[in-house]
């Protein structure tokens, strides 16, 4: 049962949609309760105090009621912290509120998950272009393991068998972590996969994947793509599409 009153939520907002000449429908994040779609009434008028507030990647403070499948915005307050994300950074921040839309499911809480999104966003908005992909590869793998998607990196999926350190692994999408030729350019060693899973592990994942597994996040680009793609049930998500078209131009 849905909780009538909400005051105080921090919430993201992840899309955004049409529902009137003067209205919206909102998809947002919030640290307590998960995805939630929300109507901003007269949230498209000129003098609304909604409409400076409801963007994407900003820290925001929300009130709402109701009980049903689509809530009713009482109030929305910025809480500040850090400018909107630009250039390859902004369509990053896009890219993650698509795997949030995709994988996420209504009223299911991920607290830890939004304190993990929050970071990410904070190193999208802080102009660090070196940090761009290890933000979002450390991202796919916390989010991916939070909602159960993401095999255990520590044995060998389909066999429960434990990794021996310098064999080469895999990660496969319908099968998860399995054992490879040393050729295969998407492998990682044994040791390698074992420090991912000890720092997704960590009370604090991201700064553990940032501190000790910069270097092979990089490495993990296609494989988190495959798995990714393989999971929303696409072949390609529309922000990397659009990503990929940019760069082409």
């Known amino acids: 049962m849905a909780t009538k009153r909400i005051a105080d939520e921090p919430a993201y907002v992840l899309h955004r949609y049409d529902w009137s000449e003067t209205s919206l429908i909102l998809e947002v994040f919030t640290r307590h309760h998960g995805r939630v779609a929300l109507v901003a009434k007269g949230a498209k008028r000129p003098t609304s105090s909604f409409r400076p507030v409801l963007l994407p990647l900003q820290p925001l403070s929300l009130a709402f009621g109701g009980d049903g499948d689509i809530r009713t915005l009482k109030s929305a307050e910025w809480v500040g912290g850090h400018v909107m994300p630009t250039g390859e950074a902004l369509l990053s921040g896009y890219y993650l509120n698509e795997l949030l839309m995709r994988l996420l499911v209504r009223d299911d809480p991920h607290p830890r998950l939004f304190e993990v999104y929050a970071s990410a966003v904070r190193l999208l908005a802080s102009g660090e272009a070196h940090a761009l992909q290890w933000a979002l590869r450390a991202f796919e793998l916390i989010l991916l393991k939070d909602i159960g998607l993401l095999p255990a990196l520590n044995v060998q999926t389909l066999v429960l068998q434990s990794l021996r350190a310098d064999d080469h692994y895999a990660l496969v999408p319908e099968a998860g972590l399995q054992r490879v030729s040393a050729e295969d350019r998407h492998a990682l060693k ?22 000790d597994c910069a270097d092979l996040l990089i490495h993990l680009q296609r494989p988190m793509r495959l798995l990714l793609n393989y999971h929303c049930g696409v072949g390609a998500l529309r922000t990397r599409q659009m990503m990929l078209d940019l760069q082409t131009l």
């Open 190 to 211: 044994g040791s390698q996969w074992l420090a991912l899973q000890d720092a997704l592990d960590d009370a604090n994942p991201m700064a553990a994947l940032l501190r």
